[in-house]
T-cell receptor, first 114, second 111 residues
Framework: DSGVTQTPKHLITATGQRVTLRCSPRSGDLSVYWYQQSLDQGLQFLIQYYNGEERAKGNILERFSAQQFPDLHSELNLSSLELGDSALYFC?????????????FGNGTRLTVT | GQQVMQIPQYQHVQEGEDFTTYCNSSTTLSNIQWYKQRPGGHPVFLIQ?????EVKKQKRLTFQFGEAKKNSSLHITATQTTDVGTYFCAGPETSYDKVIFGPGTSLSVIP
């Protein structure tokens, strides 16, 4: 158990809809990272937050947004969903703002867009 | 932008054979991290290398960081069925706080 909690585990929705994925980092970790993993694909970095502030941004679509709240949990919002957004979305956390410490991954949210 | 490549993409070995995966970055890395993802699971941190030329061992696993800090390798001696999974290398850009993952090497072990 990594200590990172992601909900929900599975999500099935239709094209054009909007969903919110939630992540609670490991106790003591201030950084939260979001990654997208499509079928047979690697881990695509979306965005990182540290202590409530956006820290780094990857190839995150404009239809996607995220935030980290004062209690350090994070939410990833996906809107105007397309079939191609179907993927496994992982949240990971680490202690500091810089990528010099290991990432601890949650179990992921599997999103299916129909 | 930074690109991280891994070869091979897939590797099938007989149980007991050795296995090596190679990781190459287009830019110098401040450190390299290795993760393992079992089928249906999430990535799990294995190790981090920081120094140029560093070598670390974990039982049957040997990790190396290149002298130029742009490449790394993971070698598994005498593979076991428990080694099955995808091995990812990951490295942060030196100037930006992004941990970029390679595409991974998927290892299958035939009993």
């Amino acid at each position: 158990d990594s200590g990172v909690t992601q909900t929900p585990k599975h999500l099935i929705t239709a094209t054009g809809q909007r969903v919110t994925l939630r992540c609670s980092p490991r106790s003591g970790d201030l950084s939260v990272y979001w990654y997208q993993q499509s079928l047979d694909q690697g881990l695509q970095f979306l965005i990182q937050y540290y202590n409530g502030e956006e820290r780094a941004k990857g190839n995150i679509l404009e239809r996607f947004s995220a935030q980290q709240f004062p209690d350090l949990h994070s939410e990833l919002n996906l809107s105007s969903l397309e079939l191609g957004d179907s993927a496994l979305y992982f949240c990971a956390s680490s202690v500091g703002p810089h990528p010099n410490s290991p990432l601890h991954f949650g179990n992921g949210t599997r999103l299916t867009v129909t | 932008g930074q690109q991280v490549m891994q070869i091979p993409q897939y590797q099938h070995v007989q149980e007991g054979e050795d296995f090596t995966t190679y990781c190459n970055s287009s830019t110098t890395l401040s450190n390299i991290q290795w993760y393992k993802q079992r089928p249906g699971g999430h990535p799990v941190f294995l190790i981090q290398l920081v120094k140029s030329g560093e070598v670390k061992k974990q039982k049957r696993l040997t990790f190396q960081f290149g002298e130029a800090k742009k490449n790394s390798s993971l070698h598994i001696t005498a593979t076991q069925t428990t080694d099955v999974g995808t091995y990812f290398c990951a490295g942060p850009e030196t100037s930006y706080d992004k941990v970029i993952f390679g595409p991974g090497t998927s290892l299958s072990v035939i009993p």
